[in-house]
């Protein structure tokens, strides 16, 4: 017999555990795509061997347009007035998830020979085609938390376990996906290498090629199983869309939401402007830039480091999962940390503890010993990870509140224009963050035709500084943008729902 579930006020299946694992299952599918971004630049670089300059320019290309499409895809959600089977914002998540299962291996099409125009017009319509896919998928589903529950206390819950669908879908690729794609190098016979380095004899046929700087195996990138590997996230994507789309219950009728003031078209313009006056928006958006800006970006650089100065390309992922891993610590205290001393308090604290391990992590480069320095790293790693515990828990809710912020403040609830306003900021990060990246490495020595073979001492141990500076950025911007910009503390908050709860208990007996 089919278990009987007892429904609210409002004649709904109340807010419960299905809830919460479908909008993490939403945000697996997400960054089963998202996952992938890092090893975009990774794979033209080294396996494409696609110039510093020229993919640097290309990405901010299709980044910017990529930043630009997201407002573009929430105001045409806002505006949408049409009934759907599904309901509107599943509907567009449906069509998203579609798209993804072949978009994300679009960009890893690898055609390594082929001349640099080609190339560089399959990197742009490779690109444009899983950005829209994506967006089209992930603007409503971040939009969708404010419409799921109007309880600041749920809301957290949504965000901490939408945080907890991330960390799934980004660790599952993050593991596994260098173990298969990086190859130890073998001595076949070609190459610049012939005599090994530390016993001085000629290699044969079969012998591990070592690096003459380390000592250790060099690793090289495999191209053809990349495209195999996007392919096979995008089915494991489109699986946990379904599941969210199934079974998470939408208690807001979106399609009676006043998306802005008269039932009038939305304003971008204006909306940008009310966008720049909230406060708890821009906050929350300057601590995802710094995000994107430093830890996001240093994603290649990062893996070029292992590759060349730790020969370990293959275990990177490995080593980045444990300075993941702290942040797991806080989901079964996060909901009395936000009720005890709120979001924003909390978050200050913790991105001070990312600003110690940020410190720590401008150390290693210091050291000479390599494995020594590779135990530097990972403290630092973790101290950052431990840091960024809470505010990636509720970074989500945090936003959503700030959706609650623009009613509160100018009357209107715009929450795809404003989600998808802070997508554009984030989005623009993420694009100007790894061209800038890319470009300061052409700058420190690295040599794309040289793939990860052959680069110089200088240019790997120019990576280390590079890294270790980009995570300490990360976590100071993070800390400006929480501390001093984000204005919802635990105070203003509580009269923030206190009014925003008796304007709509006014409505309601008006309606």
């Given at each position: 017999m089919k278990k009987q579930t007892t429904p609210d006020s409002n004649g709904v299946r109340k807010f419960g555990m299905l809830d919460k694992l479908a909008y993490a299952a939403g945000d697996f599918g997400c960054n089963m795509s998202f996952?992938?971004?890092?090893?975009?630049?990774?794979?033209?670089?080294?396996?494409?061997?696609?110039?510093?300059?020229?993919?640097?320019?290309?990405?901010?290309?299709?980044?910017?347009?990529?930043?630009?499409?997201?407002?573009?895809?929430?105001?045409?959600?806002?505006?949408?007035?049409?009934?759907?089977?599904?309901?509107?914002?599943?509907?567009?998540?449906?069509?998203?998830?579609?798209g993804l299962l072949v978009a994300g291996?679009?960009?890893?099409?690898?055609?390594?020979?082929?001349?640099?125009?080609?190339?560089?017009?399959?990197?742009?319509?490779?690109?444009?085609?899983?950005?829209?896919?994506?967006?089209?998928?992930?603007?409503?589903?971040?939009?969708?938390?404010?419409?799921?529950?109007?309880?600041?206390?749920?809301?957290?819950?949504?965000?901490?376990?939408?945080?907890?669908?991330?960390?799934?879908?980004?660790?599952?690729?993050?593991?596994i996906l260098p173990m298969l794609i990086w190859q130890k190098v073998t001595y076949d016979g070609t190459g610049s290498y012939h005599t090994n380095p530390v016993t001085g004899e000629a290699y044969k046929i079969g012998d591990p090629v070592l690096d003459p700087l380390t000592g250790k195996q060099f690793e090289t990138l495999l191209g053809e199983r990349v495209f195999w590997a996007a392919l096979i996230m995008g089915v494991f994507g489109f699986i946990a869309f379904i599941f969210m789309i199934k079974k998470i219950t939408i208690r807001v009728d979106e399609n009676t939401v006043k998306t802005n003031e008269g039932g009038g078209k939305i304003n971008i313009v204006s909306s940008f402007g009310k966008f720049m006056k909230n406060r708890p928006a821009v906050g929350a958006t300057i601590a995802a830039m710094g995000m994107f800006l430093g830890m996001q970006s240093a994603t290649t650089a990062n893996t070029i480091m292992f590759a060349t100065y730790f020969n370990k390309a293959s275990m990177s992922g490995v080593v980045q999962m444990i300075g993941f891993l702290p942040m797991v610590l806080f989901l079964p205290f996060i909901k009395k940390l936000v009720n005890k001393y709120g979001k924003k308090e909390a978050s200050v604290a913790g991105t001070l503890v990312s600003?110690?391990?940020?410190?720590?992590?401008?150390?290693?480069?210091?050291?000479?010993?390599?494995?020594?320095?590779?135990?530097?790293?990972?403290?630092?790693?973790?101290?950052?990870?431990?840091?960024?515990?809470?505010?990636?828990?509720?970074?989500?809710?945090?936003?959503a509140d700030a959706i609650d912020y623009n009613e509160w403040k100018f009357n209107t609830r715009e929450e795809g224009t404003v989600y998808s306003l802070h997508s554009f900021f984030r989005k623009l990060a993420q694009g100007v963050g790894p061209s800038i990246v890319l470009a300061i490495m052409g700058v420190l020595g690295?040599?794309?035709?040289?793939?990860?073979?052959?680069?110089?001492?200088?240019?790997?141990?120019?990576?280390?500084?590079?890294?270790?500076?980009?995570?300490?950025?990360?976590?100071?911007?993070?800390?400006?943008?929480?501390?001093?910009?984000?204005?919802?503390?635990?105070?203003t908050l509580a009269q923030m729902n206190a009014d925003l709860e008796a304007k709509h208990s006014k409505e309601t007996v008006t309606e």
């Open positions: 996952a992938l971004k890092g090893t975009v630049q990774t794979f033209w670089l080294v396996y494409m061997m696609m110039e510093t300059g020229m993919l640097s320019i290309l990405l901010l290309l299709v980044q910017i347009w990529d930043a630009v499409n997201d407002p573009l895809i929430g105001s045409i959600i806002d505006n949408d007035k049409r009934k759907y089977k599904m309901g509107k914002f599943k509907t567009y998540i449906f069509v998203g998830a579609c291996a679009a960009v890893f099409l690898p055609f390594p020979k082929a001349s640099v125009l080609v190339k560089a017009i399959l990197f742009v319509l490779g690109y444009i085609v899983w950005d829209a896919c994506y967006t089209i998928a992930n603007v409503p589903y971040g939009s969708m938390l404010s419409l799921i529950t109007e309880d600041s206390g749920e809301r957290a819950q949504l965000s901490t376990w939408r945080s907890i669908g991330s960390m799934f879908g980004n660790i599952v690729p993050m593991i600003v110690v391990g940020g410190v720590i992590m401008m150390i290693f480069p210091m050291v000479e010993n390599r494995d020594t320095a590779l135990i530097v790293y990972l403290a630092g790693l973790v101290a950052f990870g431990i840091g960024m515990g809470v505010y990636t828990c509720v970074s989500w809710a945090m936003m690295y040599q794309s035709e040289l793939g990860t073979i052959g680069q110089s001492f200088e240019t790997s141990h120019n990576m280390c500084w590079l890294v270790a500076g980009l995570y300490l950025f990360s976590a100071v911007v993070q800390f400006i943008g929480i501390a001093f910009v984000y204005n919802l503390d635990k105070k």
